[in-house]
């Protein structure tokens, strides 16, 4: 479990004095007003568009598969929309690491707050059920305001942004855990602690099962939420968060704890996470993250790609 962000000598070499200076360029961005960080990212956004064309090429399959009747017309402009939120979510992630707690509390709103504290009250952990949307980094930052958590993370092969990643999001986490240490996850649910689950992407073959994903009928999904909400005696909460269409704040909503789950059966809890997932993306479909290749892994081996 890692509780601190470890600066070290290594982090001063003159192979990254160009990403510290990018970061201090960066940082300048705080001064600005919320709204116009947002105009200037839905602007790299477009940029992007027409810089990184294998991104947009699987963005737009993705959309292609799940929303096969929406009109083309209509899925062009949500991908349009999608890269130009993305854009945008280079500066969720930079003011939920940097933000100040006061400017935090300015650009938030919370919902069902009280769903959490009355799971914990009666002396169990909570599963935050969210996707990977792409406001999440502020999701994270804001839910902790009022019941600071422990945050699940990938650990990032560069020393620099690994510090900057873990000293960001230890400001509304009491901890983190690496993504594949189940163990210390139960740990930290027996102990009426909160963490964060996603099951929204593709992570192979392995443990997943091939259930429907919006308009894919066999998409690999994940079974881990039933393991885990069995092994930490936890509850699960969907969780929600949105950056709001006035670009000028965030607004969080934990909901109630699911009945019956974990279930008998981890295939049917899986599909009704599945569910769970279509609504929350379905709230603000364009700031989902659709750059990601879903559906990659297909049932069987020899099957042709979708992409």
């Known amino acids: 479990m890692v509780t601190a962000a470890q600066f070290s ?6 192979r990254y004095w160009l990403l510290w200076l990018g970061i201090g360029l960066m940082k300048l961005t705080m001064l600005l007003p919320m709204r116009l960080q947002m105009k200037l990212g839905a602007g790299i956004g477009r940029l992007a568009m027409k810089l990184v064309k294998s991104r947009v090429k699987t963005a737009k399959r993705n959309l292609e598969l799940c929303f096969p009747e929406m009109p083309k017309d209509e899925r062009e402009q949500l991908l349009v929309r999608n890269f130009e939120e993305t854009g945008k979510a280079i500066f969720d992630t930079l003011n939920a690491w940097w933000w100040s707690d006061s400017r935090i509390h300015k650009h938030m709103t919370i919902k ?20 990977h949307c792409l ?9 902790g305001q009022f019941q600071p958590g422990v945050g699940v993370y ?3 092969n560069n020393p620099v942004l690994e510090y900057l990643q873990v000293k960001g999001r230890l400001r509304s986490n009491k901890a983190l855990v690496p993504k594949r240490d189940l163990r210390q996850m139960v740990r930290c ?11 929204d992407q593709d992570f192979g073959r392995s443990s997943a099962v091939f259930i429907p994903f919006f308009g894919v009928k066999e998409a690999a999904t994940i079974t881990g939420g039933t393991t885990l909400a069995k092994l930490g005696k936890a509850r699960v909460l969907p969780f929600f968060v949105k950056r709001n ?17 974990p279930g008998e059966n981890e295939l049917e809890d899986a599909i009704r996470g599945n569910g769970i997932i279509e609504e929350i ?21 020899e099957d042709a790609s979708l992409y």
């Open 9 to 14: 000598l290594q982090l001063c070499h003159p």
């Open 154 to 156: 990938r650990p990032h």
């Open 112 to 131: 069902g707050q009280e769903h959490v504290e009355q799971t914990i009250d009666a002396g169990q952990g909570v599963i935050l059920f969210a996707v």
């Open 281 to 301: 993306i379905a709230r603000s479909p364009a700031q989902y993250m659709w750059l990601h290749r879903r559906f990659k892994t297909r049932p069987n081996e």
């Open 189 to 199: 649910l027996r102990s009426k602690d909160v963490i964060w689950y996603t099951a």
């Open 245 to 261: 269409e006035d670009d000028r704040g965030y607004t969080i909503e934990v909901m109630p704890p699911l009945d019956n789950f």
């Open 135 to 143: 406001p999440l980094e502020m999701g994270a930052r804001i839910f």
